[in-house]
């Protein structure tokens, strides 16, 4: 939209799917929580919603104004496939399977194939993303987001993270420091290793400043008007470490 | 029910010094007050502008062939078709209307279009084809000195030297620093927008969102060729101005428009082409070294400031000018030696902003009063207390302050104000209450709060031998008051300050503010803070006169000495009380009119070491910060900025406090966030996603801890001006509370995150 306003883009059609009740809204289906494309920012802020997936929640309440996020949806996020799309960390930590439908059929894909690029998603011209799903995880999520204004900001990096107990897994994903939405996988392991399971918890303050350095390290961020590669790098291993200290707390 | 018959006698509301409601407050609110965009017209066009992609290019030729092909356009203008000067400029003409040989900054104007329809006029100005020829550029103002001639004006376009005492003069104590402020904007909410149609006999009119009706009407004329009758202004409905609405933008191209297609043409600026159309605050660098004995107190300033005017004049000189004048604050400094550069890049245009020169003045000269009182071990409120100026007192240019000077109270009131408790609980429960807000980055133990303070001194209205005047006309007929002035309501208030003024000398409860247009005599600049000076002494006069006009009137009627009579709640009374009549019933039969002209004092221009009576008057402020500071993430919260103000006279409460509310969140943009980012000439954030402004959650609470009523001598009620003064030194206050609570020099608004998360690594 903000393309057509600047005539950067002159689309020919436009169709509109804000009245398809089944891209609506979000339900549990068994262990996983199915999303509708067209669920908006304000409907991921809902407490029931929160419940289940808490990093989502809280990336949807640091999108634009409240309008905004009345109008924004998952889809369209997902579409935009901007580094900086807010709820990408997030679905990238919770290993999201996204439900695409076109004429030829239906086929699910994760967020790495989807997000090719900067503003680039493997979508066919016929295709629209119709649902999201992610796994009811047990344990604490984070969503932390640096930017230079404490609401209504586009994210100069951020950071989401998963405690997934069951799986044993610590997974963190990194925004706007990087083309796409990145893994840290590097981090993940070895913070795995680390962590007594049986009552989550870390030996000692260095193991989370380690897990910070090794986030930092994985960042491959730019310069650009918004900030610095360097402080993209820092701020999402400050954020790393609070973002783990934070769940295991 | 009584029987007593009673004379129905409603006490005159809305006098001076009453929180009067802005009329458009509500309409405003609720959508329906009508602004320049929304003007509409039959038959009208849509204009469109055309701008250079390039900071510095020779234009070899530009073929409009392929826009005038498609279907709808009505025309599409370039340099070739504006008859006149072909330039224009608030100081000097020196920007053209559209460019012709070279363009010297991206997003100057090259061509104009008028179509049917604006998306028509968008893809016709696209259709538009210009060849370029790259220049080097020059987007350093410090280089520029030395840089080739960008212009035929040359790279400088003033420079400034203030001698003032011995400029020998050492002091046991010196503390240096090199300072630099970023390119803020205005960021009103209205963007550039107006419609002009042909008129009479090649006549134009315009309706407009500006400043300064008569400033725009006496550029169109002279860059179009015509007289300046024929230009004929009317205010339409502004969405804020800050200084941003004083140079033309779109007014000369849409009478252009208007006169070469014979029909109304309508041009509204959107967001992005709206940082590219005004102009800004000029980017400083600001090296000082303050002198002082061991005592604290001042021996001499030193100061070296460059500021960055962009491709042209705009107002640069003026605000350079303000710059040096102001360059010690508000210190009574007995030496000092000021030396400054407005100097001409391929950056874009930068001009009047609110603060005007003195913004970028006291963020460096309120850090070096910091970097002394630390050197010293003395509180920053103590060394600032120790060389306040007073009432008497001289400032570098040599000028003696007669007015009002409360700077030791203001000072002494933000002492005394209780300090606001600190945020505590779980990030669920506080995160909106600490750095980072939304984004949930700190816990309350990663911050820390720092607490800063600055003060500020700044001139009201136009200075250095300006002959500064404003024109009013006060009518009284039938019992009702109609006030006609060309002073443009920018959401200062003169709307209902005018009809304030009518009530409080008139005693009539219904006054009537007519549109403002260049009917009447010009009403000078709705900016440097003079409106309520200048064009409130302007309807002040005019009603006296009528006031005059009226009671000798009566006088004559009745027998009755002038002298005894007055006016009060609707009636003409005598002292005594024997007589008493409506006003309705005089005026019923005769109306009365009277125009009068108000000027300042007569100021001098500076003499060659800046010295001289160059200023009407000055007004003082002062101001305290709290920040909390997460030193690691390098975010920052501003809790609360206290604030004490030398207002001379409130003429209207809620208004006085909007005003500073208003620029406190200006000067704490500033300070954190506001900056455009230019990068070789190029803008690289002209929009408000990335052009950052305080919303209401990154607004600090205000603490208007006092006000000092000390009445101005010469002005109108006793009341200075008081709209710059809050986003002067509440931007320095921020700084120094972050310098508080990091230990870090902070030499540079507005504050990055990487600039304090990172302060050791770029150290």
């Known amino acids: 939209m903000v393309e057509v306003n600047y005539s950067q883009r002159r689309p020919s059609t436009v169709i509109s799917i804000d009245r398809i009740p089944e891209l609506k809204g979000w339900r549990q289906n068994g262990d996983r929580i199915e999303m509708g494309a067209c669920m908006t920012y304000s409907e991921m802020e809902d407490p029931l919603f929160a419940a289940y997936v808490p990093s989502l929640a809280q990336a949807a309440r640091t999108v634009g104004s409240p309008q905004i996020r009345n109008a924004g949806t998952l889809g369209g996020n997902l579409a935009t496939a901007s580094p900086a799309g807010d709820t990408l960390p997030p679905l990238a930590a919770l290993n999201a399977q996204i439900t695409l439908r076109s004429l030829r059929g239906e086929r699910i894909t994760t967020l790495s194939n989807l997000i090719t690029g900067v503003k680039s998603a493997n979508l066919g011209r016929d295709e629209v993303i119709v649902k999201v799903s992610v796994e009811a995880v047990d344990g604490p999520q984070e969503f932390l987001k640096a930017g230079t204004r404490n609401a209504m900001v586009i994210s100069v990096a951020t950071v989401a993270l998963v405690l997934d107990a069951a799986r044993r897994q610590v997974r963190i994903a990194l925004g706007s420091v990087s083309p796409v939405p990145l893994r840290a996988s590097a981090a993940e392991g070895w913070i795995a290793d680390q962590v007594n399971w049986e009552s989550p918890s870390v030996p000692d303050k260095e193991a989370v400043e380690h897990f910070g350095e090794l986030v930092a390290s994985a960042a491959t961020p730019i310069t650009d008007h918004r900030s610095t590669s360097g402080y993209r790098s820092h701020a999402v291993g400050v954020m790393a470490k609070r973002a783990l200290a934070r769940a295991l707390s | 029910m009584s029987s007593a018959p009673t004379i129905a006698r409603t006490p005159t509301l809305g006098r001076i010094g009453e929180s009067v409601q802005r009329p458009d407050g509500a309409p405003k609110t609720s959508g329906e007050f009508v602004f320049s965009s929304d003007l509409w017209a039959d038959g009208m066009l849509w204009g469109q502008t055309l ?27 370039t340099h070739e078709d504006v008859p006149g000067d072909g330039c224009y400029g608030l100081d000097r003409p020196d920007q053209p209307v559209l460019a012709k040989d070279v363009v010297r900054f991206c997003g100057e104007p090259v061509a104009v279009v008028a179509a049917d329809h604006p998306e028509t006029a968008r893809r016709a100005a696209e259709a538009v084809e210009v060849d370029y020829e790259m220049l080097a550029t020059v987007c350093d103002a410090e280089a520029a000195k030395d840089a080739p001639a960008i212009h035929p004006e040359g790279n400088v376009i003033r420079h400034v030297v203030v001698r003032h005492g011995d400029t020998g003069a050492v002091g046991e104590v010196q503390v240096e620093g090199t300072y630099e402020v970023g390119m803020q904007d205005q960021a009103f909410m209205g963007t550039e927008s107006g419609m002009a149609a042909p008129i009479g006999d090649g006549g134009v009119e315009l309706r407009i969102s500006t400043q300064w009706l008569h400033g725009d009407r006496d550029q169109i004329a002279a860059a179009l060729g015509l007289a300046v009758e024929d230009v004929h202004i009317t205010l339409a409905g502004v969405g804020g101005a800050f200084g941003a609405r004083e140079d033309v933008t779109l007014q000369i191209h849409l009478c252009l428009l208007a006169l070469h297609t014979g029909r ?10 709206s940082f590219f159309g005004h102009v800004h605050r000029h980017p400083a660098r600001l090296w000082y070294r303050h002198h002082a004995g061991r005592d604290g107190r001042l021996v001499k300033v030193e100061a070296r400031l460059t500021l960055d005017g962009g491709a042209y004049a705009s107002s640069t000189s003026f605000v350079l000018a303000n710059a040096c004048h102001f360059a010690a604050g508000p210190y009574r400094t007995p030496n000092a030696l000021v030396e400054g550069w407005g100097m001409r890049t391929n950056n874009p245009p930068c001009g009047a902003m609110r603060g005007f020169g003195v913004v970028q003045a006291c963020f460096a000269h309120e850090a070096q009063m910091d970097r002394l009182a630390a050197a010293l071990n003395l509180h920053p409120l103590e060394v600032r207390r120790r060389n306040a100026l007073r009432r ?9 302050i007669t007015g009002a000077t409360p700077v030791i109270e203001l000072l002494d009131a933000l002492a005394e104000a209780p300090l606001p408790q600190a945020a505590v609980g779980s990030v669920a429960e506080t995160d909106m209450e600490l750095p980072g807000g939304a984004g949930r980055t700190a816990d309350s133990r990663h911050v820390r709060r720092g607490v800063g303070y600055a003060a500020s001194i700044k001139n009201l209205m136009y200075s ?26 920018v959401g200062q208030g003169f709307v209902t300050l005018a009809g304030q003024i009518a009530r409080e000398v008139l005693g009539i409860s219904e006054v009537e503010i007519s549109p403002a247009d260049t009917s009447i005599g010009s009403a000078g600049s709705s900016s440097a803070s003079r409106q309520s000076w200048m064009s409130g002494g302007a309807v002040l006069a005019a009603c006296e006169a009528v006031r005059d006009d009226l009671l000798a009137h009566v006088s004559s009627k009745t027998g009755l000495a002038a002298g005894e009579l007055m006016l009060q709640d609707g009636e003409v009374l005598s002292a005594d009380g024997s007589f008493r009549a409506s006003v309705a019933e005089f005026t019923a039969e005769k109306a009365f009119r009277r125009e009068e002209v108000f000027r300042h004092i007569q100021t001098e221009e500076p003499d060659e070491n800046g010295q001289g009576n160059i200023h009407v008057a000055f007004a003082f402020a002062a ?21 004490a103000q030398d207002v001379g006279k409130i003429l209207n409460p809620i208004q006085a406090l909007g005003q500073i509310e208003g620029g406190i969140a200006q000067g704490l943009g500033l300070a954190v966030m506001e900056e455009l980012v230019i990068d070789e000439g190029k803008m690289r954030n002209a929009s408000f996603t990335d052009y950052l402004i305080p919303t209401a959650l990154d607004m600090c609470d205000v603490n208007v801890v006092r006000l000092v009523e000390e009445p101005e001598p010469d002005a109108p009620f006793g009341a200075k001006g008081i709209g710059e003064p809050p986003t002067i030194s509440s931007t320095p206050a921020v700084a120094a509370a972050v310098r508080a609570a990091t230990g870090l020099e902070i030499s540079r608004v507005p504050i990055r995150p990487s600039d304090v998360a990172l302060a050791d690594s770029q150290a």
């Open chain 2, 623 to 643: 101001h305290r910060a709290v920040v909390d500071v997460d030193a690691e993430m390098g975010l920052l919260r501003t809790v609360e900025i206290a604030t």
């Open chain 2, 464 to 489: 250095a031998g300006d002959d500064d005047y404003s024109t009013a006309a006060c009518s009284l007929a039938d019992g009702v008051v109609t006030i006609t002035c060309a002073c443009v309501e």
């Open chain 2, 392 to 400: 008497g007192d001289s400032l570098i240019t040599g000028q003696r």
């Open chain 2, 264 to 273: 109304p043409v309508k041009m509204i600026y959107n967001r992005g082409e």
């Open chain 2, 51 to 77: 701008r250079s992609p390039h900071a510095h290019a020779r234009i070899l030729g530009i073929d409009v062939s392929k826009a005038l092909a498609i279907a709808g356009v009505r025309a599409v203008l």
